[in-house]
């Protein structure tokens, strides 16, 4: 192939060409500050990770389903695709036929391709659901479990509130003062599901700030805002935002600075959440002092910043690392009430906007025309686990649990069919993964390189990598349709995903429901058409489907920057109320209380971590995302590379504790707790508070395996220590951002990495 042409990644839109060896990317020439991220995609169609040709785990092949624990060193067994997916068509269909298709968990989470065609999730999904009548399904996500169902029982539907709600340019043009519990990190906003080929949050928040607008960030880690935004600093003690939250609200309440007729007309159950501030009940007033005890954050400061934000337009964002944490909803509750009690929600630039700056997505008008979208057909099982509890499904099927004012039953799941996703990087407490992974008959996994999670199925399929497909890059919030044309022959035997699932429905009697004709051109055809119909309803340009191939991406209109339902709320409640029970913002949630949650009550609380530092435990583990990849993806590639410390992740930590643990910068650490180990390379920075370890997810699962129950990870995997349980029974979101360990220097023999090197293959 010669010449550039047009591809879409999750973190930028960008021209490549493909050498043979290597990949020449450049990006958008629309983007004004490319993600470094686009680095990974030079050297990895090749890599050795690829996986080349379909393969059987040895001991699945000679003992059948249910063959018990999965090592990631056991030996596979090459096999040709037409003598394996009869093999896999007939396991499904046993599975089906015993157990119904309430006995398959359709396993995916993971952004494979910005793509809206090959969606790989959306691909599996919809092979399930036409194949076999249904799956165990997962809802929500491991990012925002707990927004994802505090947001619309107190405020309104998760979208709207952290897309359709403040944008950039609201900032820029009418913010004075941003407060951003958790921050506003650039490695997260470079990045938007479906593609992204503007990046504007650095040059916004530069100019928010040359115009006036100061931004303060409460974390433990300095650069969770980029150094154009020229933000102050507040370090504070992990798990305290909320702490903070209520030390500012207990200040407007007592100095009689709270917005009342706001409350009054927008609010609901402010008298209970006013009481619960002056401590009528646990006796303990929420004052700045005691938040200040509780948090480290200076006592004056709380004080200055809550007179301040009833003096100037204010806007109160909180960041999903805050809410991916035992009592995460808390967070995302408290800092609605703060933002309510400054009394500027649904004003240009002020208010609350729940993530700004986590996503690409993030701050932006939405487009006025529908994106292409494939249909992923009807699910036949009603049954569904929140995504992280996955383990607690496999490990007690047929067990009781409460999830958001539902009393909910495990299923019994047999067969697990996981595609494009690795829970190595999004799951927590791996030792207890793999034990959960064992009890299953089968698990299938369809991929293109051998992650842990390929290398702890039964049935591996490989599929090929965006860059050596076809698709339609496009995002909701991005002004641009994007061709993504094909870069690369395929690596090995690898096919693309809609390949493997048709030739799968053929073989299961489904083919004409699961392909309704169509190959995969004539699929994005389709799915192209209700975007172009709209263009040419409202009179802008709308091309036909292969002239637009031909030009490589089209313009999309935006939508007015209307500030979304908050704005509509506020300008007039009776006529657009909110959709909560009462129609207004719950500060006090009548729903919530009468679930009886010990651990979610009815308005926004304090909880102290249940994980405090100790003599044994004595630092605070933040497992954030990734600088160098988006989760685990492409952690093989270069730019990925580029950041390790001697092959492992880099762990930073405080000069201070590293000097008390005579741990100097580039040495090798063992971080450890009761649930595990992992070796990461030491960084040393005074922008991690003292007390902190940053150590950031993603790093493949590397064991060193010393029993069945307990392994080490030599590469950097933080998941081998964080806690595997629930933000609480409203939402049962993801409990990972936090933990407590301890730490050493390593002086042993280094194992050497292993997390890229394919398994054992022999021939069949």
Same mark, same amino acid.
Request: charged residues 20%; aromatic residues 8%.
């Given at each position: ?142 990012? +925002? ?160 910043? +809550? ?458």
């Amino acid at each position: 192939m010669s010449g550039h042409v047009s591809h879409a990644a999750h973190w930028g839109t960008f021209t490549a060409r493909w050498d043979g060896e290597r990949l020449d990317v450049r990006p958008h020439p629309s983007d004004p500050d490319p993600s470094p991220i686009l680095g990974n995609l030079s050297d990895v169609l090749r890599h050795r990770a690829r996986i080349l040709k379909p393969a059987v785990r040895k001991g699945w092949l000679e003992k059948g389903p249910g063959s018990g624990h999965r090592r990631l060193d056991d030996v596979f067994v090459e096999m040709e695709w037409e003598d394996l997916l009869p093999i896999v068509a007939r396991t499904i269909g046993e599975v089906r036929d015993r157990h119904g298709p309430e006995g398959v968990y359709g396993g995916s989470y993971g952004w494979s391709s910005a793509g809206r065609f090959h969606h790989v999730q959306s691909q599996v999904h919809r092979f399930l659901n036409v194949s076999i009548g249904g799956y165990v399904r997962s809802v929500n996500s491991y990012s +925002a479990g707990a927004s994802s169902v505090i947001l619309p029982r107190v405020m309104g539907p998760f979208e709207a509130l952290s897309r359709h709600n403040v944008t950039w340019d609201q900032v820029v043009a009418d913010t004075d003062l941003v407060l951003a519990f958790g921050g506003m990190a650039l490695k997260n906003s470079n990045i938007a599901r479906g593609g992204i080929t503007s990046h504007i949050e650095r040059g916004s928040m530069a100019q928010a700030a040359a115009c006036g607008c100061r931004f303060h960030l409460f974390s433990p880690l300095r650069d969770d805002f980029p150094p154009e935004a020229g933000a102050i600093w507040h370090p504070i003690n992990p798990g305290t935002d909320v702490a903070v939250m209520l030390g500012l609200c207990h200040m407007m309440l007592i100095e009689g600075r709270h917005d009342r007729d706001f409350l009054d007309r927008y609010c609901t159950g402010f008298d209970v959440f006013a009481a619960y501030l002056e401590g009528r009940d646990d006796k303990q007033p929420k004052t700045a002092q005691w938040a200040s005890a509780v948090s480290g954050v200076p006592v004056e400061t709380i004080v200055e910043l +809550a007179r301040e934000m009833t003096q100037r337009r204010s806007l109160v964002t909180v960041a999903h690392a805050l809410q991916r944490a035992r009592f995460g909803e808390q967070p995302v509750w408290a800092g609605v009430a703060l933002a309510a009690m400054a009394g500027q929600i649904g004003l240009p630039g002020g208010g609350y906007n729940y993530a700004l700056g986590a996503m690409g997505h993030t701050g932006r008008r939405l487009n006025s025309v529908p994106i292409p979208t494939l249909s992923q057909g009807t699910n036949g099982v009603a049954n569904f686990i929140p995504v992280a509890r996955i383990c607690d499904m496999l490990l007690n099927p047929g067990s009781t649990y409460q999830f958001d004012g539902r009393d909910m039953t495990y299923p019994d799941i047999h067969l697990v069919y996981w595609a494009g996703g690795n829970p190595f990087h999004h799951h927590q407490d791996l030792n207890r993964l793999q034990q959960a992974f064992a009890v299953l008959e089968t698990i299938i996994v369809q991929e293109n390189a051998w992650t842990p999670m390929a290398r702890s199925a039964d049935i591996v399929l490989p599929a090929t990598m965006t860059l050596e497909r076809e698709d339609i890059g496009a995002a909701a919030t991005d002004p641009r349709l994007i061709a993504m044309k094909r870069l690369a022959p395929p690596a090995g035997a690898a096919r693309d995903d809609y390949e493997i699932f048709s030739e799968l429905s053929r073989l299961m009697g489904t083919e004409r429901a699961f392909t309704e004709g169509r190959d995969a051109r004539g699929w994005m055809a389709h799915l192209y058409e209700p975007t172009r119909k709209a263009l040419a309803d409202r009179g802008w340009d709308a091309p036909d489907f292969e002239e637009f191939w031909r030009r490589g991406e089209l313009a999309l209109p935006s939508a007015p920057d209307d500030g979304g339902l908050l704005r509509s709320f506020r300008c007039d409640p009776k006529t657009t109320p909110l959709p909560t029970p009462s129609g207004r913002i719950e500060l006090f949630s009548k729903t919530i209380a009468d679930f009886g949650y010990d651990d979610c009550p009815g308005h926004p609380t304090w909880f102290a971590p249940e994980d405090q530092p100790d003599s044994n435990h004595p630092f605070v583990l933040v497992a954030n995302q990734p600088a160098t990849r988006l989760h685990s993806q492409l952690d093989f590639g270069a730019y990925s590379q580029s950041s390790k410390v001697r092959g492992r992740e880099p762990a930073r930590l405080n000069p201070q504790d590293a000097a008390a643990r005579g741990i100097g910068d580039g040495d090798i650490i063992r971080i450890f707790n009761s649930r595990g180990a992992c070796l990461a390379g030491a960084v040393l920075s005074d922008g991690v508070m003292p007390g902190v370890i940053n150590l950031s997810t993603g790093a493949w699962f590397d064991p060193i395996e010393h029993d069945v129950n307990r392994t080490e990870c030599r590469h950097g995997n933080p998941n081998t220590v964080t806690r595997d349980v629930g933000t609480s029974k409203l939402a049962q979101g993801c409990s990972g951002q936090v933990t407590i360990v301890d730490v050493c220097r390593y002086d042993g023999p280094l194992p050497p990495i292993q997390a890229y090197d394919p398994p054992t293959l022999v021939g069949c």
